[in-house]
C-alpha cells in the first residue's frame, strides 16, 4: 500500500512495540482464517515465510480504502484527541 501516515499520528504504537509473540500470534490467525499461507524452511538460523493468499489479497482494495480515509482524515482525529485530552 502506498501513503505516508505522518509520524507522531499513532503514538501508542511508537510507544508501545510490537512483541514477537504477538505478532506470531496474529499471523497464525491470518493462517487459520486463509488469508496467509505459512512455509517453514529446515535451516539454521529457521526461516519463515507467510504469504497472502487470494482471499489475503483480495482485501487489498478495502485496505487501500481504509489507507485513504486514515490519511486523509487524522488531523481531525488528532484534532478530536486533543479536544478531548484537554476536558477536565
Given at each position: 500500500?502506498?501513503?505516508?501516515?505522518p509520524r507522531g499520528c499513532c503514538p501508542s504504537f511508537e510507544r508501545w512495540p510490537v512483541r514477537n509473540?504477538?505478532?506470531?500470534?496474529t499471523l497464525r490467525r491470518l493462517e487459520r482464517d486463509g488469508l496467509v499461507t505459512?512455509?517453514?524452511y529446515a535451516?539454521?538460523?529457521?526461516r519463515v515465510d507467510y504469504?497472502?493468499?487470494p482471499l489475503g489479497r483480495s482485501l487489498r482494495t478495502p485496505m487501500e480504502a481504509l489507507?485513504?480515509?486514515?490519511?486523509?482524515?487524522i488531523p481531525a482525529v488528532l484534532e478530536a484527541r486533543e479536544s478531548?485530552?484537554?476536558?477536565?
Open positions: 500500500m502506498g501513503g505516508v501516515v509473540t504477538s505478532r506470531w500470534k505459512r512455509t517453514v535451516q539454521v538460523p529457521p504469504e497472502l493468499t489507507e485513504a480515509w486514515a490519511i486523509e482524515n478531548y485530552d484537554r476536558r477536565p
